[in-house]
């Protein structure tokens, strides 16, 4: 039997599934791969199954110049912690698993859309200290949703799907901003970044990387109205959280609904003492049969590599 790292623990019929067909190592630490276990995982197993945080970057394949492991079954869509192209190098395939996690995405975005948009952490916050004084008309005024235009960033899977949404279910015109031309949603209309910007809910959906780090900064938060918020279920380092916060604390924008942070775990404190910031802890795809599905999808890339198949989800 071939041997299997999984580095983080994982729904118990993901890991049924996966010892069947290999012989699995289960790393029962919550936190990323340390600098040490990223060069052994390559060395001493012949297949990976990683997630979010364990940074498979060049200097690990550089310093595993014969790896052992010939596969990074990512477990998630988003793999800009693995340099793929520096993988495929050193002879190492790498999947990912779309599709999985769309729609559970798309119900975080409207979750902080709904809550950043109605104040609801701020209401819940004064509830619980116990300085509710009790309903009058002018009590925490915030934004209704119905009608408003929501602009998206990145209009794939998690795009559409957040659009589909804001438009059917709320109503919302829709604009998008997307680097290639999308011609699939009569409901949306695609227009340039600034566009996008300039609505009263902007949402980015793009994939993490080089190419999209610091896409949201202070010169495209200037777009941005008083009135508007500013929704992130991307990738934390797509946004210079610098920029965001200051754009915050001056009410350049009037709130921010957050699942991801640009030096996750880490959050600074001046945007943790925010009220009018919504902070969620990467909750993303956390349903149970969402991170099922997403395990049974990295187990089955792995199995197709086993057998000599074509991958179901290369990168």
Request: glycine share 8%; net charge neutral; with cysteine.
């Amino acid at each position: 039997m071939q041997k299997l790292l999984i580095t983080r623990p994982l729904p118990e019929t993901v890991l049924t599934a996966a010892r069947a067909r290999f012989d699995v190592t289960l790393r029962d630490s919550t936190a990323p791969l340390t600098d040490h276990e990223l060069r052994a995982a390559l060395r001493d197993f012949d297949a990976v199954l990683p997630t979010l945080g364990d940074r498979f970057q060049a200097d690990v394949f550089a310093d595993t110049p014969t790896p052992r492991a010939k596969i990074l079954a990512n477990f998630g869509v988003g793999f800009n912690h693995i340099d793929a192209v520096a993988a495929r190098a050193a002879g190492i395939a790498v999947t990912n698993t779309p599709g999985a996690v769309t729609d559970a995405t798309a119900d975080i975005a409207l979750t902080l859309i709904l809550m950043t948009a109605r104040r609801a952490g701020e209401g819940e916050r004064l509830v619980r200290k116990g300085a509710w004084t009790g309903w009058h008309p002018v009590q925490m005024l915030g934004m209704h949703v119905t009608g408003r235009t929501v602009g998206i960033i990145g209009m794939g899977r998690i795009g559409k799907a957040i659009a589909h949404r804001c438009h059917y279910g709320f109503g919302m015109q829709v604009v998008f901003h997307n680097r290639s031309p999308v011609t699939d949603t009569p409901y949306a209309r695609q227009v340039p970044l600034a566009q996008a910007m300039a609505a009263d809910i902007v949402v980015t959906a793009v994939p993490g990387g080089a190419e999209t780090r610091h896409l949201i900064n202070a010169e495209t938060l200037r777009h941005m109205a008083p009135h508007a918020i500013f929704i992130n279920i991307a990738r934390g380092d797509v946004v210079d959280e610098t920029a965001l916060i200051a754009a915050l604390q001056s009410r350049q924008i009037a709130g921010a609904g957050l699942d991801v942070y640009e030096h996750e775990p880490h959050i600074p404190p001046t945007l943790m003492a925010l009220e009018n910031v919504t902070l969620l802890p990467h909750l993303g795809t956390a349903a149970l049969e969402v991170r099922e599905n997403m395990g049974h999808m990295a187990v089955a890339n792995l199995i197709a590599h086993l057998e000599g198949r074509p991958l179901p989800n290369p990168v």
